[in-house]
């Protein structure tokens, strides 16, 4: 059960775009589309943004999108805000029924 | 409104063992599998546990294998983590977590320090 692979950090500046990685095996990411994203700012709890690789949850910006290619998946934020700035975290369903975490991107809005 | 309402967590010596709790409320307990999810000070999200909604079945994650035992009580909404053996690694947050109607993980409760230090 090692951790998906993330950047440890990323950076836009408002308006742009920028995309956040996720690396596992085909135990996990690679397995099923059961991919999902967390947002969780500075003392909050870890917020929902996307589940199974390209579901949106109600309430979240249309900013925010998923998808996967293999054994990577990618979450891509566009139009960047300043409150978007936060750490963001992928996780998978494994092929054991367990689950595991990305080790965690810090996004910074410039 | 749905609640999760974590308890129990403090500073425990290593070796020693800790209990953790969690009261739910706001939906039907039992009819959801539940997780404990931690994360160390200033550290990454590890998944720890989940048990099945009727109590069935309990998996965990490779570091809290042998030492961390989850259960339930149904009748009381009631979700526990038996921690034994703690290590000084083991500081972290502790979340309990109800499943999803996929495998996401929406329903969040605030969490219960641990502190694992001599």
């Known amino acids: 059960q090692s951790a998906l692979t993330q950047p440890a950090s990323v950076s836009g500046s408002p308006g742009q775009s920028i995309t956040i990685s996720c690396t596992g095996t085909s135990s996990d990411v690679g397995a099923y589309n059961y991919v999902s994203w967390y947002q969780q700012h500075p003392g909050q709890v870890p917020k929902v943004m996307i589940s199974e690789v390209t579901n949106r949850p109600s309430g979240v910006s249309n900013r925010f999108s998923g998808s996967k290619s293999g054994n990577t998946a990618s979450l891509t934020i566009s139009g960047l805000q300043a409150e978007d700035e936060a750490d963001y975290y992928c996780g998978s369903y494994t092929t054991s029924s367990t689950w595991v975490f990305g080790g965690g991107t810090r996004l910074t809005v410039l | ?118």
């Open chain 2, 1 to 118: 409104q749905m609640q999760l309402v974590e308890s129990g967590g403090g500073v425990v010596q290593p070796g020693r063992s800790l209990r953790l709790s969690c009261a739910a409320s706001g939906f039907s307990f039992s009819s959801y599998g539940m997780h404990w999810i931690r994360q160390a000070p200033g550290k990454g999200l590890e998944w720890l546990a989940v048990i099945w909604r009727d109590g069935s079945n309990m998996l965990y994650g490779d570091s809290v294998k042998g030492r961390f035992t989850i259960s339930r009580d149904n009748s009381k909404n009631t979700l526990h983590l038996q921690m034994n053996n703690l290590r000084v690694e083991d500081t972290a947050v502790y979340y309990c977590v109800r499943d999803s109607q996929s495998t996401e993980f929406k329903h969040w409760g605030q969490g219960t320090l641990v502190t694992v230090s001599s």
